[in-house]
T-cell receptor
Framework: DAKTTQPTSMDCAEGRAANLPCNHS???????VYWYRQIHSQGPQYIIH???NNETNEMASLIITEDRKSSTLILPHATLRDTAVYYC????????????FGAGTRLTVKP | DARVTQTPRHKVTEMGQEVTMRCQPI?????VFWYRQTMMQGLELLAY????????DSGMPKDRFSAEMPDATLATLKIQPSEPRDSAVYFC???????FGNGTRLTVT
């Protein structure tokens, strides 16, 4: 059973913020939200993860709703190189359990 | 952190041949994940290991696939005999999943 649902595809104008939503209504209390992306012909790349507080790093920001049933990945100033498939995953962090990918969202950044 | 290197990057082989894919370095007591990606199925988890012991290999066809760690720094995925339906890109990941290799693109004719 899929633990997350994401839109199949999204477009974003270069230089604008890209907001990628993810629903995870069955998330458990000890599960984190992870985001990865996969640029064509490369392996998945870790972006960010969080439990319940909003998180920010040099790549992106992660906004998690108070009930933790959904989250949004924000790329503040999208560039053409951000065109990729973005995956939202829920899993227990710091435990070497499985990490399963869904279909993700294909983000296309347009000039 | 050292990047994960997968070799070979591309492999074309005939049906029935043995294929070995490599992933390194595996550092310390890290967990190793193996994935297969096709257009139809997306990224599928085949198996994951810790300290050379399988934690879950239920996604791997065990009659022809085997995953091993010949030493502490190297993980391998073998297919014997290979079949055309094994054609895919195979990825490994190290640790808590934060470091992926760039994959081995396998074509079985």
């Amino acid at each position: 059973d899929a633990k997350t649902t994401q839109p199949t595809s999204m477009d974003c104008a270069e230089g604008r913020a890209a907001n990628l939503p993810c629903n995870h209504s069955t998330i458990s209390g000890n599960e984190y939200v992870y985001w990865y992306r996969q640029i064509h012909s490369q392996g998945p790349q870790y972006i960010i993860h969080g439990l319940k507080n909003n998180e920010t790093n040099e790549m992106a920001s992660l906004i998690i709703t108070e009930d933790r049933k959904s989250s949004t990945l924000i790329l503040p100033h999208a560039t053409l190189r951000d065109t990729a498939v973005y995956y939202c995953i829920v899993r227990v962090a710091q435990v070497n359990n499985d990490m399963r990918f869904g279909a993700g969202t294909r983000l296309t950044v347009k000039p | 952190d050292a990047r994960v290197t997968q070799t070979p990057r591309h492999k074309v082989t005939e049906m029935g041949q043995e294929v070995t894919m490599r992933c390194q370095p595996i550092l310390g007591h890290n967990t190793v994940f193996w994935y297969r990606q096709t257009m139809m199925q997306g990224l599928e988890l085949l198996a994951y290991f810790r300290n050379r012991a399988p934690l879950d290999d239920s996604g791997m066809p065990k009659d022809r696939f085997s995953a091993e760690m010949p030493d502490a720094t190297l993980a391998t995925l073998k297919i014997q005999p290979s079949e055309p339906r094994d054609s895919a890109v195979y990825f490994c990941a190290r640790g808590t999943g934060w470091h992926f290799g760039n994959g081995t693109r396998l074509t079985v004719t």
